[in-house]
């Protein structure tokens, strides 16, 4: 069964494609991980890798929308190294639209060729469409940075009794060394660091090479985290209607 996991910020742009992509680069499995890039706003990896937007996630959205169910593996491109991305489309508003649509539909993504599917959800604003996306995934990732405006606007959102919390942990991207004052400042939990580790975000970005980018701080980060959320136990979930008579 594939994992789901929502990577998401509430601002800023901390580094949700980076450690989405690393996640799933490195996601424990035979198979490569997916990166699904459902962010509202448009993607970058399109640009970062030099890859076409289709197929990706305005095909996918495509097939949903013609009925049938649609089978995400044939939405997605390998790039080299191993990961699989369904890139979104650059500009924001053709990517919302496949978003909305893709929010409207059951993903049968727990079902794909691969051990995960990582959705890159970009900013989670409060009429995001990506916010029906965070609330069937297995576990759910907020990436923040250790800015302190982000850190207490990120405070506020989590006190919401509507922010989607359902196995949450909170991912500090770039600086360095320990998280005990982000923790403070937040008010909550923070599972850890995924450092500064410019080598590795220009790897990632399509524009170095590294020879083990596994040795690297920002990959053994995302390793950790990857370990710590397969190793979770999930709460699968059931989309489709109940019998009549039948409660959850
Ligand atoms: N750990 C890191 N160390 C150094 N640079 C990083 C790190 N993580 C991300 N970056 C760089 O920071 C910039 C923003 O990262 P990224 O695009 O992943 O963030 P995002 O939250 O997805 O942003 P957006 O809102 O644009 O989608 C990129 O140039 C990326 O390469
Ligand atoms: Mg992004």
Redesign the pocket.
Request: glycine residues 20%; charged residues 25%.
């Given at each position: 069964m594939t994992r789901t996991v929502a990577v998401f910020?509430l601002g800023?742009?901390?580094?949700?494609?980076?450690?989405?992509?690393a996640l799933a680069a490195v996601w424990p499995g035979d198979a490569p991980g997916v990166l699904v890039e459902a962010?509202p706003?448009?993607?970058?990896v399109a640009v970062?890798r030099r890859i076409p937007t289709e197929p990706g996630l305005t095909s996918l959205a495509a097939a949903m929308r013609r009925g049938g169910g649609a089978d995400p593996d044939a939405h997605t491109q390998d790039l080299p190294g191993g990961l699989r991305v369904s890139a979104a489309p650059v500009t924001g508003d053709p990517a919302e639209g496949a978003v909305r649509l893709l929010g409207q539909h059951p993903l049968p993504l727990s079902s794909m060729a691969a051990p995960v599917a990582v959705l890159?959800l970009?900013?989670l604003t409060p009429s995001s469409p990506a916010r029906a996306l965070v609330a069937r995934a297995d576990h759910a990732v907020l990436?923040v940075s250790e800015r302190l405006t982000e850190l207490r606007r990120a405070r506020e959102h989590l006190l919401s009794p509507s922010f989607p919390a359902r196995d949450l942990r909170v991912v500090v991207?770039?600086g360095k060394g320990g998280v005990g004052e982000i923790t403070g400042a937040l008010g909550s939990a923070v599972w850890g660091r995924?450092?500064?580790?410019?080598r590795?975000?220009?790897f990632?970005?399509g524009e170095r090479d590294i020879a083990r980018p596994q040795r690297r701080?920002?990959f053994k980060a995302a390793h950790r985290l990857a370990r710590s959320l397969s190793a979770a136990a999930t709460e699968h979930m059931v989309y489709a209607p109940l019998p009549p008579g039948v409660n959850a």
């Open positions: 910020s800023g742009a901390p580094g949700v494609t980076s450690v989405g992509m962010d706003s448009g993607g970058a970062w890159d970009g900013r990436v991207c770039g995924v450092p500064e580790d410019r590795s975000a220009e990632l970005r701080p920002l």
